[in-house]
């Protein structure tokens, strides 16, 4: 999605934003499909004339490694993640198949609380 959202532009930022550590130079010119001519494409989604992009890369790089955390989540995340899931259409089933209608709207707001965190 993000390379059809970004055709025919510079797409600088967004493969920064979605490569916070950066990619070997060695990969990126393997799988590169080209270089577009200067001019041939509109301005960037995004300015660069800042650094509020760079120091907060910076920043969070730093506080994950200060962690100890792995760069594509942990074992503690895939748990969370499951339980929520479950949570969710457990709650959406249950909203469902209930035949009171208090019922079914204490499983629509679990269903919400689940969705919600």
């Keep these: 999605d993000l390379i059809l959202l970004a055709a025919g532009k510079d797409a600088s930022v967004l493969f ?7 990619v070997p130079h060695s990969l990126v010119k393997k799988l590169q499909i080209g270089v577009m001519e200067k001019g041939a494409y509109d301005n960037s989604f ?3 004339g800042s650094d509020f992009y760079k ?15 792995q760069r594509r ?13 479950a949570g969710f259409w457990y709650s959406l089933y249950h909203m469902y ?11 629509s707001i679990s269903m919400g609380i689940f969705a919600a965190m």
């Design 46 to 48: 995004y300015s660069w």
């Design 97 to 107: 198949t209930q035949t009171s209608f208090t019922n079914a709207a204490i499983a």
């Design 55 to 69: 120091v907060l890369k910076k920043r969070v790089c730093e506080r994950i490694e200060e962690k100890g955390l």
């Design 16 to 22: 920064e934003t979605y490569h916070p550590r950066g």
């Design 73 to 85: 989540g942990s074992g503690e995340i895939l748990i969370k993640a499951l339980f929520l899931l």
